[in-house]
């Protein structure tokens, strides 16, 4: 069944709900990894009567295997595979790329309006073209030339506020790119602050250090961006490469999602239970545009909702005090 359409004109909880559980039922029948985790549990998901009691499969099983709601997995149009520096990368086979551009699109939109009227700067490597991060900003940049989008070299710096005719500007950065860049081009802060009243500027850090430099608190690395690009507010994007839809905080860490994706938290004793706002535990997902892939993934983040709406993301789980993590993931699966 083609659920792209659906996915994208979301407009309540009920459209959400309903949706939800007709892609569920695809996926029992057609993910064959899902369903033999599902088997594996002993779980009859014809009983399931909640959306929450919806099983998650954990996201390391994108590591082992190739995640199709498809009796073929070897019709793809593009793999993403995860930028950790050490062991097994993750890798997401992409069956429909006008899915995650869709979404790319959407997403953004849902949250800050038409693209066309934005320049988009990119501080970010582009040596990686198997990055999900990197193709959803070259997509912005490419839809937006005209308005003078591109990634920054850091070393081959031009000033961004040069053209005096540039309203909106939104910069995404790595953490690590966005320190790097500072510390090579402090001098530069002088003009920031004589720019600051003629430009709206977004700054948009989307992810940590990737293992480039040391990590630090989100709160520090707010305050060293705000200050060199004299700005209130530092926004942020959670993806990743197993998902194709994104969530934005627009201050303070506060992260939103669109219409078609919505976050549980799990409690870390037993990851089959969700629990309530303001309580620390992993983050589970729904993002119905996977629907070619699995919809439904337990990460390996830290988190709590601060109501229906919102939710923080608090770092990684440290997987040797956590009991129940072991419980989600049977091996002996064959890829």
């Not at 994208?8 to 990894?33: A, C, G, P, V």
């Not at 993403?80 to 050490?86: A, H, R």
């Given at each position: 069944?083609?659920?792209?359409?659906?996915?994208?004109?979301?407009?309540?909880?009920?459209?959400?709900?309903?949706?939800?559980?007709?892609?569920?039922?695809?996926?029992?029948?057609?993910?064959?990894?899902?369903?033999?985790?599902?088997?594996?549990?002993?779980?009859?998901?014809?009983?399931?009567?909640?959306?929450s009691e919806i099983p998650f499969l954990p996201i390391s099983f994108f590591k082992t295997h190739r995640i199709f709601s498809s009796r073929t997995t070897d019709d793809y149009d593009i793999i993403?595979?995860?930028?950790?520096?050490?062991?097994?990368?993750?890798?997401?086979?992409?069956?429909?790329?006008?899915?995650?551009?869709?979404?790319?699109?959407?997403?953004?939109?849902?949250?800050?309006?038409?693209?066309?009227?934005?320049?988009?700067?990119?501080?970010?490597?582009?040596?990686?073209?198997?990055?999900?991060?990197?193709?959803?900003?070259?997509y912005l940049i490419q839809q937006t030339h005209k308005n003078g989008s591109h990634f920054i070299p850091y070393h081959n710096y031009k000033d961004i506020f040069s053209n005096q005719?540039?309203?909106?500007?939104?910069?995404?950065?790595?953490?690590?790119?966005?320190?790097?860049?500072?510390?090579?081009?402090n001098h530069l802060q002088q003009n920031m602050q004589k720019n600051e009243s003629k430009n709206k500027v977004i700054i948009m850090e989307t992810g940590g250090m990737k293992g480039k430099r040391k990590e630090i608190i989100r709160e520090e690395l707010h305050d060293i961006l705000k200050k060199f690009f004299c700005v209130k507010e530092i926004h942020s994007e959670y993806g990743m490469t197993e998902l194709l839809s994104q969530a934005y905080a627009k201050k303070n860490g506060k992260f939103q999602c669109p219409p078609w994706m919505k976050v549980y938290i799990r409690d870390p004793e037993d990851p089959f239970i969700h629990i309530n706002n303001n309580k620390i535990g992993g983050i589970d997902i729904i993002d119905l545009s996977n629907?070619?892939?699995?919809?439904?993934?337990?990460?390996?983040?830290?988190?709590?909702k601060i109501n229906d709406n919102e939710f923080e993301v608090l770092g990684r789980m440290d997987f040797s005090d956590i009991r129940g993590c072991n419980l989600m993931t049977p091996h002996f699966l064959e890829c």
């Open positions: 069944m083609n659920f792209k359409e659906k996915i994208f004109s979301i407009l309540s909880n009920k459209e959400f709900d309903n949706l939800t559980w007709n892609i569920f039922h695809d996926q029992i029948k057609n993910n064959i990894t899902y369903k033999n985790y599902l088997q594996f549990l002993e779980i009859n998901p014809f009983e399931i009567k909640n959306i993403f595979t995860s930028s950790g520096t050490t062991g097994i990368k993750s890798k997401h086979y992409v069956k429909n790329l006008n899915i995650y551009i869709d979404s790319i699109r959407n997403s953004f939109e849902f949250f800050y309006g038409p693209i066309e009227k934005f320049k988009f700067l990119g501080f970010i490597p582009t040596n990686r073209k198997d990055s999900s991060l990197i193709y959803m900003i070259k005719n540039d309203k909106n500007i939104f910069i995404f950065g790595l953490s690590f790119f966005l320190l790097d860049f500072i510390e090579k081009n629907y070619l892939s699995c919809p439904f993934i337990s990460t390996e983040d830290l988190g709590k």
